[in-house]
């Protein structure tokens, strides 16, 4: 790929006085076909929630695919203008969208059946594609139609340009996006979002047909207009023009799910972070097919220069603010996005070429999404195509070619020679892990030379961020130096599946006898083995015998003999060291990569050696295969599964629980993991026990301080039983209380409130609650 220059090519001044107004009928269209193309995407990833869990991988997968409907859509525009006639033109795209119509009422099809446990992604594309691939298309078709239209319209002016539609187009798109989460989702049930849809898709055809009428009786003009056109010489666009506009169109595409995964799986598993991304996406379109830009291409070159250093330099280090990594990385890419959508504009073609550079853009966005979301987590471990996208960002920029300044030279010196003070260091910390004698610096002395030479490389690197190439160079040099001294943990495996990115590490911790191998899924803590024979089986984190969940199974242990246990969720298996013999306990786990490394005993051994009774798993989504249990057969169900830091939000609803009480025995329990940093999901739960006829008790369980590092992890819990019976010991223990009283509408398969949840926890809700109930 080579430098761009947002100075060449550009085919009119972004300054330029703006022309006639543009006729309503022709906004509305783009408008109203934009927010129905992108209000459907958040609600059909919704409908397959229930198959596949929350992983990240699911947004990205059905990105791809709804980038690939676009192609179709913008495909079949571009060919639909080689027909002569717009009024014919919008006879056949009128039909077109009344045979995709066929498609409706919105719904998720069964013709598929279940996923494959493992490998959903084939699964997931047929799915969508019986389900909303029609109607998509079609609707994605009508932006680059219509503002063709526009240009060739009855009573328009000479070279009227319709660019602006574009923009039009994309702010429908944005509100239709923020709307879902904030108004739509917590406002209507499933199925009134589903009929609503599709409601609105007929009455878009209604619109639709009021501007074929508009557009036949101007038809006169129009056809003249046509005979005018096609009696000129067409621009001529070159295929290197076709193939800028590509990767100009691919970069964003893939930064956006890079920033999507790299937000969901390292920083946190909201899913509001999934929309986040994609509205700044849409936002840098508006920005950049403004006739005036709000920002202008060379300032956004230089803040996204500057951005870029900031980013890609802390990108390897954890960060206990969460809200200033956020900021980090969607403030950057918004900047990347905007800066290649500007030089897309600035090339972009004369209006008679108008499908053919929206189709380019089309086909960029379905490399950048193909290449995140299928090939990378098959070649790569870690999320690593970000930073490779990330580098590719300062390619985009003016190129300035000639012999470096001496100041260049010096910077490019100094990158060089931080990059080999953090080298150093590390050699000597590598030496010193692996046992060998370093030339014995301290560890402050380790920490401070790896910080002076990341900071070495990026002063140097903002140095050289006129010149094209060699700040790409000093760009690459700073991601490599960075992500090798990155946090300095002892991760020794990491391991990538559709649901997300697995890592292994080793800490030393002295109040447990030294190594403790431990399982993270993202940054969130999954499980940890000490390997010290004293503690190898003795349940850490989470499930240590004095916190809430290990104090159900100690009480169950005392009055049973022998207990039928299920586990909704693996993690590294810990819970299995409860597991006495005489005891049968089954691992309901949707990710084989977690089911193969908490079963080799080498890694850990809870399931294998420190468990007594038998050990089973059920692959798949709990959802799934626990419904396929008999009734009535566990005497504790433990509902303990999470992506990343979140609960799947389908394995909390009022369906969900009543299908746990009927798996468990009369006096089974279930217990609720509800730990959670960014949702409150403690009130939903409660709310939600009591809709499925559940009796239900809640502790805040808070780890004792002063203990070893892993010892006993602080955990939000709720039980729930048939009745008040199974939960009498634990009502006289002061430490369990009843549940919050219910102010909030129970969850469901049809409804959900995930943004209310994001904001009690902002409120701190929950602690207001444990507050006035102590007094």
Not at 155 to 170: F, M, R, T
Not at 189 to 209: D, H, K, N, P
Not at 635 to 660: G, K, N, Q, W
Not at 672 to 681: A, P, Q, V
Request: aromatic content about 10%; hydrophobic content about 50%.
């Amino acid at each position: 790929m080579t430098s761009i220059d947002h100075q060449a090519g550009r085919a009119r001044e972004n300054g330029a006085a703006p022309g006639p107004s543009i006729p309503w009928i022709y906004v509305l269209a783009v408008f109203g076909g934009a927010s129905l193309t992108f209000m459907v995407q958040p609600m059909v990833a919704k409908l397959v929630l229930p198959q596949l869990g929350g992983s990240p991988q699911v947004w990205n997968t059905s990105m791809v695919f709804f980038q690939a409907a676009l192609l179709v859509g913008y495909g079949y525009a571009h060919f639909l203008q080689r027909i002569p006639g717009v009024r014919t033109q919008v006879v056949i795209h009128i039909a077109v969208m009344l045979a995709a119509g066929c498609f409706l009422p919105l719904r998720m099809t069964e013709l598929l059946g279940e996923p494959a446990a493992g490998h959903p992604v084939i699964w997931l594309l047929g799915v969508l594609g019986l389900t909303i691939g029609a109607p998509f298309a079609a609707l994605s078709a009508t932006a680059p139609l219509v503002q063709a239209w526009y240009a060739k319209g009855p009573g328009e002016k000479d070279g009227k340009e319709p660019w602006a539609l574009y923009a039009a187009s994309n702010l429908g798109s944005l509100l239709a996006l923020l709307a879902y989460p904030v108004l739509v989702e917590p406002g209507l049930t499933l199925a009134a979002q589903r009929w609503g849809w599709s409601g609105a898709y007929c009455v878009f055809l209604l619109l639709m047909a009021a501007l074929a009428l508009r557009v036949r009786q101007g038809q006169p003009a129009a056809s003249e207009a046509i005979l005018r056109t096609q009696a000129q010489p067409v621009a001529v666009v070159s295929w290197r023009q076709r193939a800028v506009w590509i990767a100009l169109a691919a970069i964003p595409s893939s930064l956006m799910l890079g920033v999507t995964t790299h937000l969901t799986t390292d920083v946190a598993s909201a899913p509001f972070l999934w929309v986040a991304p994609l509205s700044l996406y849409l936002a840098t379109f508006i920005i950049a097919f403004q006739t005036r830009p709000l920002i202008k291409p060379e300032v956004s070159v230089v803040f996204m220069s500057t951005a870029l250093i900031v980013c890609v330099a802390t990108l390897p280090f954890g960060t206990g603010n969460v809200t200033a990594t956020l900021l980090i990385h969607l403030i950057t890419f918004f900047l990347c996005a905007l800066v290649c959508h500007q030089a897309l504009v600035a090339r972009r073609p004369d209006p008679s070429r108008l499908t053919d550079f929206y189709l380019c853009m089309s086909i960029g966005g379905v490399v950048g999404g193909a290449f995140n979301a299928l090939l990378a987590p098959v070649i790569f471990e870690t999320v690593l195509e970000y930073s490779l996208v990330l580098a590719l960002c300062a390619l985009v920029r003016p190129l300035q070619l000639g012999r470096p300044s001496p100041i260049e030279l010096s910077a490019t010196a100094i990158a060089v020679l931080g990059s080999l003070v953090a080298a150093l260091a590390l050699t000597n910390e590598a030496w010193r892990f692996f046992g060998k004698t370093g030339w014995g610096a301290p560890d402050d002395i380790v920490k401070i030379l790896t910080s002076v030479g990341v900071l070495l490389v990026a002063v140097a690197t903002i140095s050289v961020r006129a010149r094209g190439y060699l700040f790409f160079a000093l760009i690459v040099l700073l991601s490599l130096t960075a992500r090798l001294v990155g946090d300095r943990v002892a991760v020794y495996e990491s391991q990538r599946s559709f649901f997300g990115v697995v890592h292994l590490s080793i800490a030393d911790v002295l109040g447990l006898g030294g190594p403790v191998r431990v399982f993270s899924h993202g940054t969130t803590l999954h499980g940890a083995q000490a390997t010290d024979p004293r503690f190898r089986c003795r349940p850490l984190t989470y499930y240590a015998p004095e916190t809430a969940i290990g104090q159900v199974f100690r009480s169950r242990q005392a009055s049973q003999a022998s207990l039928h246990v299920g586990a909704v969720g693996l993690g590294a298996g810990a819970v299995a060291a409860y597991n006495r013999a005489g005891d049968r306990m089954t691992f309901f786990e949707i990710d084989p990569e977690v089911v193969e490394i908490s079963s080799n005993p080498e890694i850990f051994s809870y399931t294998t050696q420190c468990a007594k009774g038998a050990v089973d798993y059920q692959l798949g989504d709990a959802r799934l295969t626990l419904n396929h249990q008999p009734d009535g057969q566990y005497d504790i169900l433990l509902i303990d599964a999470f992506s990343s830091d979140a609960i799947p939000a389908h394995l909390l609803t009022v369906e969900a629980v009543r299908m746990y009480l009927s798996k468990i025995k009369p006096d089974g329990i279930v217990i609720l993991h509800l730990s959670n940093r960014h949702l409150e999901l403690v009130f939903p739960a409660a709310s939600v026990a009591r809709a499925a006829g559940g009796t239900a008790l809640f502790q805040a369980y808070r780890a004792e301080a002063g203990k070893p590092r892993y010892w006993a992890s602080s955990e939000d819990v709720m039980l729930v039983a048939h009745s008040p019976k199974p939960l009498e010991a634990f009502m006289r223990d002061r430490r369990w209380r009843a549940p919050p009283p219910a102010p909030v509408k129970p969850w469901s398969d049809d409804y959900m409130n995930l943004f209310g949840a994001l904001v009690a926890n902002i409120e701190g809700r929950r602690q207001r609650w444990e507050a006035e109930t102590e007094r």
